[in-house]
């Protein structure tokens, strides 16, 4: 059969653009063990380490001093602002009275606190356009953790696509959120590295 080119454009008159929804869809269901975020658009799926999840436990079990179990996610899908981001931060903090939207999906203006755990495949998305859309949400207070090279980051005061506060330390320095929102300290020093 061949196409002429009034099959083309009607063709391309019925397609629809892709939706956060219909990407996911596609990707059901996603492998034991593995990660899958959309960002801008591109599909990554990271396999965890233990390394990753064990700092991310830490710092989860940090937050339930201020947070209530319901309040904190992982690996959750969150859609945020800008052309199809639909993120599974590795930890996420949610206000008091947080509800989910119509899809039955967190929404992202609730988010008080986001940390991110770096992987080396997907460590351009945390530092790049994952900050960026962070700040374009308004997200309050946002940590990168980087255990290779042992440094987190701090980022606060949102606006417009970038963070205006940037602090970063070694591990094993507390991370002072007690100006925040957030309202506590992390520790660090248990923090693993790769």
């Known amino acids: 059969m061949t196409v002429v080119d009034?099959?083309?454009?009607?063709m391309?008159?019925?397609s629809d653009e892709r939706t956060l929804d219909m990407m996911f869809e596609w990707l059901e269901p996603t492998p034991e063990g593995?990660?899958?975020?959309?960002?801008?658009?591109?599909?990554?799926?990271?396999?965890?380490?233990?390394?990753?999840?064990?700092?991310?436990?830490?710092i989860v079990e940090q937050l339930r001093t201020r947070y209530a179990r319901k309040q904190l996610k992982s690996d959750v899908r969150i859609d945020f602002p800008g052309r199809l981001n639909g993120f599974a931060?590795?930890?996420?903090?949610?206000?008091d009275g947080a509800e989910k939207?119509?899809?039955?999906?967190?929404?992202?203006?609730?988010?008080?606190f986001v940390a991110e755990v770096i992987s080396k495949q997907t460590a351009a998305n945390d530092y790049?356009?994952?900050?960026a859309t962070y700040a374009t949400a308004g997200v309050p207070v946002y940590v990168i953790v980087d255990p290779y090279t042992g440094k987190w980051h701090l980022h606060t005061l949102p606006k417009d696509d970038e963070y205006r506060a940037v602090?970063?330390?070694d591990f094993g320095n507390p991370i002072d959120l007690t100006a925040t929102v957030v309202g506590l300290t992390l520790e660090t020093g248990g923090f693993p590295r790769d």
């Open 34 to 58: 593995f990660k899958v975020e959309i960002v801008e658009g591109n599909i990554y799926m990271s396999p965890q380490r233990d390394t990753h999840w064990e700092i991310i436990l830490d």
């Open 89 to 95: 931060s590795d930890v996420v903090a949610l206000a």
């Open 128 to 131: 790049g356009s994952k900050m």
């Open 167 to 169: 602090l970063s330390f």
């Open 6 to 10: 009034t099959d083309r454009i009607e």
């Open 101 to 112: 939207d119509a899809k039955d999906h967190w929404r992202h203006q609730d988010i008080e």
């Open 12 to 14: 391309a008159d019925t």
